[in-house]
Nanobody, 125 residues
């Protein structure tokens, strides 16, 4: 079955950088768009960033554009989220996800059907 395992979360201070990784198994990774979402305490899960199956298109939430960067390594079946200039409001559990259908662009949150267990990122101000 499809499995996604996030890593790299932890505690950071405002202004610092953190890099999240998500290793995917159980499918041909290179055929599927990938995304990152986050859920802050008391809030619903929200879109953060996505990358198309071929890596040629990325999109970001307004709140992270210019600070976060999503990338993928199709050789090692891994997607990354580089988070720079962290803010206290970035504190959340971060989840990686993959689309249900192949060859997508990752444009719609509803298209993501497989999820990791999440990794906590806490930013102190």
């Amino acid at each position: 079955q499809v499995q996604l395992v996030e890593s790299g979360g932890g505690l950071a201070q405002a202004g610092e950088s953190v890099r999240l990784s998500c290793a995917v198994s159980g499918r041909t990774f290179s055929r599927f768009a990938m995304g990152w979402f986050r859920q802050a305490p008391g809030k619903e899960r929200a879109f953060v960033a996505s990358i198309a199956w071929n890596g040629r298109r990325t999109q970001y939430a307004d709140s992270v554009r210019g600070r976060f960067a999503i990338s993928r390594d199709n050789t090692n079946n891994t997607v990354f989220l580089q988070m720079n200039n962290l803010k206290h409001e970035d504190t959340a559990v971060y989840y990686c996800a993959t689309e249900i259908h192949a060859y997508g662009l990752g444009l719609r949150a509803a298209d993501f059907g497989f999820w990791g267990q999440g990794t906590q990122v806490t930013v102190s101000s």
